[in-house]
């Protein structure tokens, strides 16, 4: 019914640049916040940034000057405008919002996308 899908993910040069989107579709009545989660090879799994329906935002401080999330409600998209790119980046990044869906719009879920790999990399 509701489904995150994610996409943009690669390997990269350290120093390069990627560009996540994680387009929400389905009987989708509203979306509240929006996120991007990331999982490193034997770590574990941390917040890597979140955007309110209003636009605010926060990051975690290691990405803070590299990773800009931004959202447009009219497409259900959150994105994730990587730069600057490091090997301590390297993760399976996963987006989730927090989505109430017709008929029941008063009922909140959250919803994840399976992951896309990220890889930094010479």
């Known amino acids: 019914q509701v489904q995150l899908v994610e996409s943009g993910g690669g390997v990269v040069q350290p120093g390069g640049s990627l560009r996540l989107s994680c387009a929400a579709s389905?009987?989708?009545?509203?979306?509240?916040?929006m996120g991007w989660y990331r999982q490193g090879p034997g770590k574990e799994r941390e917040l890597v940034a979140v955007i309110t329906t209003g636009g605010g935002t926060n990051y975690v401080l290691s990405v803070k000057g590299r990773f800009t999330i931004s959202r447009d409600n009219a497409k259900n998209t959150v994105y994730l405008q990587m730069n600057s790119l490091k090997p301590e980046d390297t993760a399976v990044y996963y987006c989730?919002?927090?989505?109430?869906?017709?008929?029941?719009?008063?009922?909140?879920?959250?919803?994840w996308g399976q992951g896309t790999q990220v890889t930094v990399s010479s």
């Open positions: 989730n919002a927090d989505i109430s869906a017709r008929p029941r719009p008063n009922t909140w879920v959250r919803y």
């Open positions: 389905g009987s989708i009545f509203s979306i509240n916040a």
